[in-house]
């Protein structure tokens, strides 16, 4: 069975100090992570992907994330934040194997303080 | 450069009535998929469709159906609405045969449908 839990439902931040969204999962296989940014009406825009590759993972708009197995986690972060990373997360796990089960974490909003 | 579109961004409708959410890519992907979105409980699958005429359900295919007459197009249905499912909808592609782990979701902007 796959779940993923994203361990903080808001968090804020000033602008120029670092994001970390933090996310955990768990899957009985190795699993493909994503995660996707949600602005104000809008819909999901992809992240960035862990495909079992390199463990740090470089996404768009400076964002990275580690996938670490021994810790079952995959969090999000950022050197420095700008007022326009207000948005929500989605940590999201897909399984590699019997039916790629999508699994979508609830989400954590962002709010960045100026 | 819009890949997923939602034709409908905000619908009001009564209890009781049929709702058609429409869905098209122009992506020439396989893969097409619905869900709702609500606070707190991020994204729940409804329907999804592998090819042209093939739907499965989803995690929550109740009280919803849907269509796929073309590769492009996938539409959701509401038979009879109830005010329980006013929600975010949210249609996504991914290309490939089959449901590749790896593959991207490319998402639509959403509807956000209200049920009076």
């Known amino acids: 069975a796959q779940s993923v839990t994203q361990l903080d439902s808001h968090v804020s931040v000033s602008e120029g100090t670092p994001v970390l969204l933090r996310c955990n999962y768990s899957?009985?296989?190795?699993?493909?992570l994503f995660w996707y940014v949600q602005h104000p009406n809008k819909g999901l825009q992809l992240l960035l992907k862990?495909?079992?590759?390199?463990?740090l993972v470089k996404g768009i708009n400076g964002f990275e994330a580690e996938f670490k197995k021994s810790e079952t986690s995959f969090h999000l972060t950022k050197p420095s934040a700008h007022m326009s990373d207000a948005a929500e997360y989605f940590c999201?796990?897909?399984?590699?194997?019997?039916?790629?089960?999508?699994?979508f974490g609830a989400g954590t909003r962002l709010f960045v303080k100026a | 450069d819009v890949k997923v579109t939602q034709s409908s961004r905000y619908l009001v409708k009564r209890t009781g009535e049929k709702v058609f959410l429409e869905c098209v890519q122009d992506?020439?992907?396989?893969?097409m998929f619905w869900y709702r979105q609500d606070p707190g409980l991020g994204l729940r699958l409804i329907y999804f469709?592998?090819?042209?005429?093939?739907?499965e359900k989803g995690d929550i295919p109740e009280g919803y159906s849907v269509s796929r007459e073309k590769k492009e197009r996938f539409s959701l249905i509401l038979e009879s609405a109830s005010t329980n499912q006013t929600s975010m909808y949210l249609c996504?592609?991914?290309?490939?045969?089959?449901?590749?782990?790896?593959?991207?979701?490319?998402f639509g902007a959403g509807s956000r449908l209200t049920v009076l």
């Open positions: 862990y495909t079992s590759a390199a463990t």
């Open positions: 899957s009985s296989y190795s699993p493909s």
């Open positions: 996504a592609s991914s290309p490939g045969t089959g449901l590749s782990g790896a593959n991207v979701l490319t």
């Open positions: 999201v796990v897909r399984g590699n194997t019997g039916g790629f089960k999508t699994i």
């Open positions: 469709s592998y090819d042209v005429k093939m739907k």
């Open positions: 992506m020439d992907h396989e893969n």
